[in-house]
């Protein structure tokens, strides 16, 4: 293949034994095809290859040479430790499960109890501790006026039931044989390891990946390239807390050509990144045809939400006249959450079949809480019952009798989460992502994470992209146009001596 300069000059770095490179790739700018050059070049060397999740794992294996070995991170603890438990391993606790094994009598107690132990297991901590207990549980016993349960007393217990198989209803889980491996401080015997969109590894996997370049366990270390984008870390709420920021490396190089979109693209997310972020390094895109000026007509597009309520709205919106598909498939979106929050709401709380929404007191208590935990998708939820009301039921319904497979959809439904790593050629935003421009000023107060969603769905339109009706980004693109012209009319006033 083509390389670019950038890529070239990551190719021909060599690293010494327990250096670290970082680099620094923006969307769409050929990352994997870098990795991929880089192995080529290096046919003696030992590669390791940790994928994100199993699809990539699966991708990598195919594309890369015979020098590397692609693994997720659960798959390298499951050869050592995950193997001891193949005949216990459940993907989650149900909170019912875990009020019998534990002898509780609320079902909010089961719950905060099963996130207290999943936020110790992904962390890279070797005990569990009260940063681990979430907010919303804070949030929930302060709003009903009661002490909060012993949830690291608690969640220890189901963490030693889950190791002991000493109740038979509490299996193993997949982070649970992987926290085990962590604990361990494996010794993996490969020259160099390439850890993929680092930027969303939770602390776990970072840590003994890490170890690998500790050069004083006795053994010759590893290298480590830690390759990713920063500014896509959407996953902070699994624990995933930036390892590209986060380590201290030997060097750091970038790739900053985009192969995917033109640079009209490039222009605006460089403004978000830039005024938003901080950012210095700008993101290049393919040159602009400016004789082929694209119209917003497509007959086949991709819609992108910030949350499933949008997309629920939209939906509704579509589903008559157009030919809908849900990328990953409908049942991914949790629309029956948003039919259980309305019988909550008309107060037919038999009806309901979420557990978690039962367990609420109210529709207001509900309403209350996801204002207090600032739980941005069960507040959209909310809008949407008070929007639609009792014609929810029949809606969901008539949306999951309507939805297609995607290779006949007119118009592809998604979220900003959902979409990362894929592309269209038409993408329209819609409005509910955050408010970037308030009563003339810059918003940027907000979670990187919400800014980061907003250039990940933007950065997923090869050739067209739209902004749906409520979507401040084309009023934050003539904010910032507008801050650009009146410094350069300053610099022209001062410059030209008057």
């Known amino acids: ?73 659960h798959a390298l603890a499951f050869r050592t430790h995950g193997h001891t438990y193949k005949d ?88 649970g044989y992987l926290k085990l ?48 984008d920063s500014h896509q870390q959407i996953y902070s709420f699994r624990g995933a807390k930036n390892t590209l920021y986060r380590i201290k490396s030997s060097r750091t190089m970038y790739l900053t050509r985009s192969f995917r979109f033109d640079n009209n693209v490039a222009r605006v997310a460089n403004m978000i990144l830039g005024v938003l972020k ?3 390094k700008r993101v290049v895109g393919r040159p602009v045809n400016k004789a082929d000026k694209p119209k ?10 910030r949350t499933n309520a949008a997309l629920f709205d939209k939906a509704v919106e579509l589903y008559k006249t157009k030919k809908i598909g849900f990328v990953g498939g409908v049942e991914k979106y949790r629309l029956s959450a948003i039919r259980d929050t309305y019988f909550l709401y008309a107060r037919k709380s038999s009806q309901i079949e979420d557990r978690y929404i039962k367990s609420f007191d109210s529709y207001t208590d509900l309403k209350m809480y996801a204002g207090a935990v600032e739980d941005v998708e069960l507040f959209s939820v909310c809008k949407v019952v008070e929007n639609h009301g009792a014609a929810i039921p029949v809606l969901v319904e008539k949306i999951i009798e309507n939805n297609v497979d995607l290779e006949e959809a007119e118009v592809v439904l998604t979220t900003a989460h959902k979409s990362k790593g894929l592309e269209w050629d038409n993408v329209l935003l819609l409005g509910d992502f955050p408010v970037l421009v308030e009563k003339g000023e810059v918003v940027d107060d907000l979670e990187p994470d919400e800014y980061n969603l907003v250039y990940v769905a933007m950065t997923r339109a090869k050739s067209r992209l739209k902004f749906d009706k409520g979507n401040s980004v084309p009023e934050f693109i003539r904010f910032v146009r507008k801050l650009k012209a009146d410094r350069l009319k300053k610099r022209f006033k001062y410059g030209s001596g008057t």
């Open 1 to 73: 293949m083509r390389l670019t300069d950038e890529q070239k000059a990551i190719v021909a770095c060599d690293l010494n034994p327990g250096e670290i490179l970082k680099v620094m790739a923006f969307a769409g700018t050929g990352k994997t095809s870098t990795l991929i050059e880089y192995t080529i070049a290096r046919p003696g060397f030992r590669f390791l290859y940790v994928a994100f999740n199993k699809s990539v794992q699966l991708e990598a294996q195919k594309r890369f040479p015979k020098n590397v070995i692609a693994r997720t991170s």
């Open 88 to 175: 216990r391993l459940v993907s989650g606790f149900r909170a019912n499960t875990a009020m019998a094994a534990l002898d509780l009598n609320r079902y909010e107690d089961a719950r905060f109890t099963i996130i207290t132990l999943n936020n110790y297991l992904i962390s890279a901590d070797p005990k569990v501790s009260g940063q681990h207990i979430p907010q919303q549980a804070k949030a929930f016993y302060s709003q009903k006026g009661e002490a909060m349960p012993d949830f690291v007393s608690l969640s220890n217990r189901l963490g030693r039931i889950m190791c002991d198989g000493s109740d038979e209803s509490i299996g193993m889980l997949h982070d």
């Open 181 to 228: 491996y962590q604990l361990s401080h494996p010794k993996l015997n490969y020259d160099c390891i390439l850890l993929d969109e680092a930027q969303d590894i939770n602390p776990v996997t970072s840590a003994f990946i890490l170890e690998q370049a500790d050069p004083n366990d006795g053994r010759r270390p590893a290298s480590i390239i830690l390759v990713g």
């Open 278 to 280: 901080g950012e210095k």
């Open 296 to 305: 917003w007509n497509p007959r086949r597009y991709t819609v992108i939400a």
